[in-house]
């Protein structure tokens, strides 16, 4: 069986969002993308949903309700499966264990990796242009300061340092992996 919940953790432009996309369309769960919750929130609102202003937004939430607020809410609504893309939080891994089947898939990768990738996904307009300064400079970032405490708890960490079609054929191995458990 299938975990019911998988979350990824990793520093910025690691590979999340196209794992979670690859379990999304091959394994058939549901893409919960705290971001995307996010954007929804920062549109109503009407406050800018570029890297800025959705930080200032999850500071405010998590701050104020907990940072396991969105954990808490995916976890009652008991829509599953579902794939988690981006957890950051310690409180959010205490909140997701809870579901037996829970699985915290770790993904790495150098910050020069990183670096090349949001440097094209710049050309395709998302994040916008940055100096390596900058880009370094998002790590230090309230929502970045649990990630590498998070993937020492992960239950597999993937090094993304290679092609997208190596990075699936290991979410495969690995899923088949857990669907045993």
């Known amino acids: 069986m299938l975990p019911q919940i998988v979350a990824i953790v990793g520093p910025i432009r690691v590979g999340k969002t196209t794992a979670g996309r690859y379990l999304v369309g091959k394994y058939g769960y549901q893409l919960a993308s705290n971001s995307e919750v996010l954007k929804e929130i920062a549109a109503k609102l009407g406050i800018e949903s570029d890297r800025s202003g959705l930080k200032r937004l999850g500071d405010a939430l998590f701050s104020t309700f907990g940072n396991d607020l969105l954990a808490r809410l995916r976890i009652e609504q008991g829509i599953f499966p579902i794939v988690v893309d981006g957890v950051r939080y310690l409180e959010e891994l205490i909140a997701y264990r809870r579901e037996p089947s829970f699985r915290l898939l770790g993904l790495t990768a150098t910050n020069e ?13 998302k994040d916008g242009n940055q100096t390596r300064a900058q880009f370094d400079a998002l790590a230090l970032a309230r929502s970045e300061m649990q990630v590498d405490q998070l993937l020492r708890e992960a239950d597999y960490v993937i090094d993304n340092c290679f092609s997208i079609d190596e990075l699936k054929t290991t979410l495969d191995e690995l899923i088949k992996e857990w669907s045993k458990a």
């Open 113 to 125: 990796q990183r670096y090349v990738r949001a440097a094209v996904l710049a050309n395709e307009g």
